[in-house]
T-cell receptor, first 116, second 118 residues
């Protein structure tokens, strides 16, 4: 089945640090990748959608200058949390799908980000 | 009105029983529906997808879709303690970005916590 690899699985860093999270599709071409954030005991909230080779589309209320998304190839998307603060601590999850087929999204294992 | 609604539970069933999870959605144009299972601290795992009215069975899982009623459900037969998790209903909605690229975007319900007790 489709595999999505997300790295790192957890990060602990000081306030003000920028953190990059990678999301890779291992056995299919991910024309579209999604970045979600999940706070404890809440559902997934979509942050942004990226299509390969074009700018990401951000959901309302998500700061595009703070959460930088790059989808430079059909197998890799990155999310950079710039100048992270404690309120950015959350579980970040990417997903990917091949939009050319009617395949569902497949999720990475998530990255638990803790900002001290 | 939320776009995708689920009963947050918790739903508690005894081992071996049938667990029934329900979901309603607001967009009549939605064509694709999914059930994900999420264990605590883990990312969601796809367990069922359904695209047309009726039932779809996969092992102990059966998804049911009724587009007229805008309703999708998941039945888990012979529930096991390992089925204890949060079950997320997701509905695919089509969007186009500023560049004209069309793509599907999932909208999730808030999830139903299922507990299967021995």
């Amino acid at each position: 089945g489709a595999v999505v690899s997300q790295h790192p699985s957890w990060v602990i860093c000081k306030s003000g640090t920028s953190v990059k999270i990678e999301c890779r599709s291992l056995d299919f071409q991910a024309t579209t990748m999604f970045w979600y954030r999940q706070f404890p005991k809440q559902s997934l909230m979509l942050m942004a959608t990226s299509n390969e080779g074009s700018k990401a589309t951000y959901e309302q209320g998500v700061e595009k200058d703070k959460f930088l998304i790059n989808h430079a190839s059909l197998t890799l998307s990155t999310l950079t949390v710039t100048s992270a603060h404690p309120e950015d601590s959350s579980f970040y999850i990417c997903s990917a799908r091949d939009s050319r087929s009617n395949q569902p999204q497949h999720f990475g294992d998530g990255t638990r980000l803790s900002i001290l | 009105q939320k776009e995708v609604e689920q009963n947050s539970g918790p739903l508690s069933v005894p081992e071996g029983a049938i667990a029934s999870l329900n979901c309603t959605y607001s967009d009549r144009g939605s064509q694709s529906f999914f059930w994900y299972r999420q264990y605590s601290g883990k990312s969601p795992e796809l367990i069922m997808s359904i695209y047309s009215n009726g039932d779809k069975e996969d092992g102990r899982f059966t998804a049911q879709l009724n587009k007229a009623s805008q309703y999708v459900s998941l039945l888990i037969r012979d529930s096991q303690p390992s089925d204890s998790a949060t079950y997320l209903c997701a509905v695919n909605m089509d969007f186009s970005n500023a560049g004209g690229t069309s793509y599907g975007k999932l909208t999730f319900g808030q999830g139903t916590i299922l507990t299967v007790h021995p």
